[in-house]
Nanobody
Framework: EAQLVESGGGLVQPGGSLRLSCAAS????????MSWVRQAPGKGLEWVSSINSNSGITRYAESVKGRFTISRDNAKSTLYLQMNSLKPQDTAVYYC??????????WGQGTQVTVSS
């Protein structure tokens, strides 16, 4: 059974940075595209970024392009999201998902990111 566990969320001031991690188990991590998605209060799910299995191809939503960086360590079965220049509109629960954009098969429990002064 696939398991995804996110960590690294928290409260940060506008302009600050956070690094999210997602520890994967129960499947061959290196064989799958992986994604980050988020859900802001009162809104639907929003795709944030995806990365292919060998880190050769990354994609970003326009709203985070240039500020967020997705990466992975296949040896550690871990997915990352480095978030810089955070804005209040980045406040959301961030989820790690197995699969590419809009093609997710498994989700984590999420980690809360709050950007506020």
């Amino acid at each position: 059974e696939a398991q995804l566990v996110e960590s690294g969320g928290g409260l940060v001031q506008p302009g600050g940075s956070l690094r999210l991690s997602c520890a994967a188990s129960g499947f061959i991590f290196s064989a799958y595209r992986m994604s980050w998605v988020r859900q802001a209060p009162g809104k639907g799910l929003e795709w944030v970024s995806s990365i292919n299995s060998n880190s050769g191809i990354t994609r970003y939503a326009e709203s985070v392009k240039g500020r967020f960086t997705i990466s992975r360590d296949n040896a550690k079965s871990t997915l990352y999201l480095q978030m810089n220049s955070l804005k209040p509109q980045d406040t959301a629960v961030y989820y790690c998902a197995r699969g590419g954009k809009d093609d997710y098969s498994d989700w984590g429990q999420g980690t809360q990111v709050t950007v506020s002064s």
